[in-house]
């Protein structure tokens, strides 16, 4: 089962999904218990890394915030 996903997910348009496709072997591999970290872990690392005043300017003032104003 898991061959079949790490096939899928190597299948996917790399333009579109360049993590997902970079990153399938670590998604399928490992205990279930390994793969939710390091999924989390690179979601984590992701955030950490972003600049928050790159937020498009489409999504800016669309949350809780803008709603309690």
Do not use: C, N, Y
Request: hydrophobic residues 40%; proline residues 7%.
């Amino acid at each position: 089962m898991l061959a079949i996903l790490l096939h899928r997910l190597t299948t996917l348009p790399a333009a579109a999904f360049p993590l997902t496709t970079h990153h399938a072997a670590e998604l399928t591999a490992g205990t279930p218990h390994d793969r939710f970290d390091f999924t989390v872990r690179l979601m984590i690392d992701g955030l950490a890394q972003s600049d928050p005043h790159s937020i498009p300017s489409h999504i800016k003032g669309t949350g809780a915030d803008a709603r309690q104003g």
